[in-house]
């Protein structure tokens, strides 16, 4: 009997250790399934894990929007400064120059050019007063994609959260400081519209103001010394100051008004070639790309989202296609309105205020199947 208990002490004392690693293995298992329990959520996916960890970045670029947030109406100021300084301008130099040359070609642009204007003003101002459009409040959301962790509330289809106006946004493309406003569902056409008519507005100008800021800047040359002084021109074609040469050394011709030119045109001149050539660029540039987004029926951060998923889905063999693109013509049509009866002509060449189509909730997909999709309401 003896024996038989001594050989169960040992037989415990040698499976002891692994008792106690199985109970310790045990323990730690179930204190990990319960804390993640508690960290449940239906809607985790890469991209929720990946803003966790970009946590800090995220916290400082809410804290740095929100500070310098009110100092974004700066920006539109300097938009409407710089619009306004540039028409006049226009109007200063650039009117009484054309009709001196030509008055039905002065007529011509004159109407061309209001044309523009009243489009950029339009487009801008809508852009900057029309809310980008918010998920409902209090609502249950049938359509909700993901739970924005900021919010604490479900997320549609196309909606991202945006740091600086600290809501989600119905179909954001970014945050413009320009606008001092998202750039979303409600005004992204109005967003574009601005910048198109813009980058045609200067290029009008720099098409027809290239012969004045040639006549202004490189065909004449005027002595520094002699600016302030009235001069006229002898015999010999030399600019003389009237006061200090006797009259019967100088002709009875006045110096054209294009030789004589005060200093104050030249600098105006340079002001509108570097405006105007600064926002070709920069708005051409901006348009070049948006147009491409459009095409392909994807907003500036859907851009990089079907970016990251055709990398991941080639990694798996796949392709991944764009649920929202139907095709370059459909995409332009609905990104315009162009639905229900609405033409180029009213809806796109002269100012109109017709909203997107459907309510930014909920989107139809090239799943859907649909017969007709530029009927939809």
Known sequence: MCVVKMKSIVWKLITLPKSCYDVFKTFLYRSAYTLKSFQYN?????????????????????????????????????????????????????????????????????????????????????AVITYPGYPPQGELIYEAVSICKKCIAPKPPRTHHCSVCNKCILKMDHHCPWLNNCVGYNNHRYFFMYMA??????????IFGAELAYNELWLVHVDPELEGHPVKINQTGALIPVTEFPDFLVTKFDVPSNIANPLWRRRAVVFMGLINCGVF??????????????????????????????????????????????????????????????SWLRHVLLPSRHAPSGDGIVWNTIHDNLDDIEEWP
């Open 281 to 342: 660029i920069a708005l051409g540039g901006l348009v070049a790309w948006h147009s491409q987004l459009i095409c392909k029926g994807e907003t500036s951060i859907e851009a990089n989202i079907n970016k990251a998923e055709t990398a991941r889905f080639e990694l798996l063999g796949r392709t991944y296609v764009n649920p929202f693109d139907f095709g370059t013509r459909k995409n332009w049509r609905l990104f315009l309105g162009l639905v229900n009866g609405r």
């Open 42 to 126: 239906h809607f985790v996916d890469a991209s929720y894990c990946a803003d966790v960890c970009m946590e800090p970045l995220f916290w400082f670029v809410d804290n740095f929007t929100y500070v310098i947030g009110p100092f974004f109406q700066i920006f539109v100021v300097a938009v409407v400064c710089l619009t306004a300084a540039v028409v006049l301008i226009a109007y200063w130099l650039g009117l009484p120059y054309w009709w001196d040359r030509n008055p039905a070609v002065c007529i011509i642009l004159v109407i061309i050019g209001h044309w523009l204007l009243m489009n950029i003003s339009f487009h801008y101002y809508m």
């Open 197 to 206: 008519y813009m980058v045609v507005g200067v290029l009008f100008l720099i």
